[in-house]
């Protein structure tokens, strides 16, 4: 048991329904306080991240003037990210998602607090960037891997429904997204690169302090310490893989959004660009059609947040994604005025917003919390996999049939990708079922307390079996009270 946790032992045996609910009242307050903690720490980080993903490159190009240096320097970064989100995922087990998220976060500002000390000292030179940017990146992914465990497990301690909980959260990112980019466009030319990324190194200690204060310990145990205690690392990570191949759904998820990832990189990458110069010859409209994007995103993630939790999820999803792709793509195909692009663009964002709410809520229900974080991990690692691909086979593409071609091809392959959800009988398995546990009993088991040990509540917190549920509170004064008429 933490210190974030009441102590169920001292209730009495006859202590009533209003007293038995104050307990739950008490942990649930503290459950928001570590939600609300946990929602800050993604936020700052993610503004700080948009922020320092331009000022590293410009800082690289205003030193060496070659964009080849600066996209490898994008690559030190990413590549450990993705690589080790993956293959981190037994480490977040083993050592439990606060510890991870606080150390991951806090090395990673320590180690882009390099970049700015090492230009000051005008000592900044290729060698070391790439070892800062490296080291960042390589602590960066199991932390965003143990904030994904850590989600569910603060919802769930403050009574706070899943589809909520990832509606709020991705809100947040995407919000921090919008702002955290042209805020760090306009400090690089305020105050510089290096004080930017000094900046963002501080917002990851930020994240970290936060978690580490109020985000209870006990929300990032996915299992008690003598599950698969004598399994190797390679032995849980195949667990997870495993997993992940055999669930109908999380196939067609991974499947999908590997695709839609990798047309989306395109579009980012390579092909927005193209586009803004041959039709207006300047950078302008997409700095524009993003911002459109992103706010309706955002709202997008605002609705599921209020209402998620009421709508059908697999209809839900597969509108929204639907939205999301191809109409960005054959709007940039058809000569329209700019204004007509920043509505369909808008929409598209409306889309984009309801999907990884309602996606990651399907995913939380349907992968076990002892498995989440390899099975997460993984998930993420093939959607992953795609993106850094995406902007070379566009420019492959535009090459040999030209931009218009392109963006047709590219909205066909993401149109077919959309439909998926509407046509196979895998996706039924998104909608909730009535068998899900529920999440307060995933963290907040008082039923039994009377007749179980401490050491076998703390198992039971730890694992969230779904028998623990508050309908046993009314069962147990029921037999109670049946024992006293019989004395």
């Known amino acids: 048991m933490t210190p974030d946790e009441p102590d169920l032992s001292a209730v009495p045996d006859r202590q009533s329904v209003l007293d038995?609910?104050?307990?739950?009242?008490?942990?649930?307050?503290?459950?928001?306080?570590?939600?609300?903690?946990?929602?800050?720490?993604?936020?700052v980080s993610t503004a700080g991240t948009r922020m320092s993903q331009i000022a590293v490159p410009w800082l690289v190009l205003s030193a060496t003037g070659d964009p080849v240096t600066a996209g490898l320097v994008g690559l030190a970064e990413i590549l450990p990210y993705v690589v080790l989100q993956v293959l981190g995922a037994p480490l977040v087990d083993r050592l439990g998602g606060y510890r991870v998220a606080v150390v991951g976060n806090l090395g990673a500002g320590i180690a882009l607090a390099g970049v700015p000390l090492l230009a000051e000292a005008r000592d900044l030179g290729l060698a070391a960037l790439l070892g800062c940017v490296f080291v960042a990146g390589l602590l960066r992914g199991p932390a965003d891997s143990a904030t994904q465990v850590l989600l569910p497990g603060v919802a769930?301690?403050?009574?706070?429904?899943?589809?909520?909980?990832?509606?709020?959260?991705?809100?947040?990112?995407?919000a921090a997204g919008l702002l955290g980019a042209p805020l760090g466009a306009a400090l690089v030319g305020l105050i510089g690169s290096p004080a930017v990324v000094a900046l963002d190194a501080g917002t990851f200690v930020v994240a970290a302090a936060l978690v580490g204060l109020a985000v209870p310990r006990a929300a990032?145990?996915?299992?008690?310490?003598?599950?698969?205690?004598?399994?190797?690392?390679?032995?849980?990570?195949?667990?997870?893989?495993?997993?992940?191949?055999?669930?109908?759904?999380?196939?067609?998820?991974?499947?999908?959004?590997?695709?839609?990832?990798?047309?989306?990189?395109?579009?980012?990458?390579?092909?927005?660009?193209?586009?803004?110069r041959e039709r207006y010859g300047s950078a302008g409209p997409v700095g524009i059609v993003g911002a459109a994007i992103a706010g309706g995103a955002v709202v997008g993630a605002l609705v599921m947040t209020a209402v998620g939790q009421r709508l059908p999820r697999r209809w839900t999803f597969a509108v929204g994604f639907l939205a999301a792709g191809a109409p960005r793509l054959v709007i940039l195909a058809v000569p329209v005025p700019l204004w007509v692009v920043v509505a369909v663009w808008a929409v598209s964002g409306l889309g984009a917003g309801v999907v990884n709410p309602t996606l990651g809520a399907a995913e939380y229900d349907t992968i076990p919390r002892r498995l989440q974080a390899r099975v997460l991990s993984?998930?993420?690692?093939?959607?992953?996999?795609?993106i850094p691909f995406g902007a070379l086979l566009a420019g492959v593409l535009v090459d040999a049939v030209g931009l218009q071609?392109?963006?047709?091809?590219?909205?066909?392959?993401?149109?077919?990708?959309?439909?998926?959800?509407?046509?196979?009988?895998?996706?039924?398995?998104?909608?909730?079922?009535?068998?899900?546990?529920?999440?307060?009993?995933?963290?907040?088991?008082?039923?039994?307390?009377?007749?179980?040990?401490?050491?076998?509540?703390?198992?039971?917190?730890?694992?969230?079996?779904?028998?623990?549920?508050?309908?046993?509170?009314?069962?147990?004064?029921?037999?109670?009270?049946?024992?006293?008429?019989?004395?």
Not at 159 to 174: C, E, K, S, Y
Not at 378 to 386: N, S
């Open 378 to 386: 993984a998930l993420g690692g093939i959607a992953w996999a795609g």
């Open 20 to 43: 038995r609910q104050s307990v739950l009242d008490r942990q649930s307050g503290r459950g928001r306080t570590g939600f609300a903690a946990l929602l800050t720490a993604e936020t």
């Open 405 to 487: 071609t392109a963006l047709i091809v590219g909205a066909a392959v993401y149109g077919l990708a959309t439909l998926d959800p509407f046509l196979r009988p895998a996706w039924r398995l998104m909608d909730r079922r009535p068998s899900a546990p529920r999440a307060t009993s995933e963290i907040v088991s008082p039923s039994r307390a009377e007749r179980c040990s401490r050491e076998a509540r703390v198992n039971r917190v730890h694992t969230g079996t779904p028998s623990d549920s508050l309908d046993g509170v009314g069962t147990e004064i029921r037999r109670g009270r049946q024992r006293r008429r019989r004395t």
């Open 220 to 276: 990032g145990v996915t299992r008690p310490a003598d599950d698969n205690a004598g399994a190797g690392y390679l032995t849980e990570l195949r667990v997870g893989l495993v997993y992940l191949v055999r669930d109908r759904l999380l196939r067609s998820i991974a499947g999908m959004v590997l695709v839609t990832n990798l047309v989306d990189a395109a579009i980012s990458g390579l092909l927005l660009l193209v586009w803004a």
């Open 156 to 174: 769930a301690a403050g009574r706070i429904p899943i589809d909520r909980a990832v509606g709020a959260l991705d809100g947040a990112q995407r």
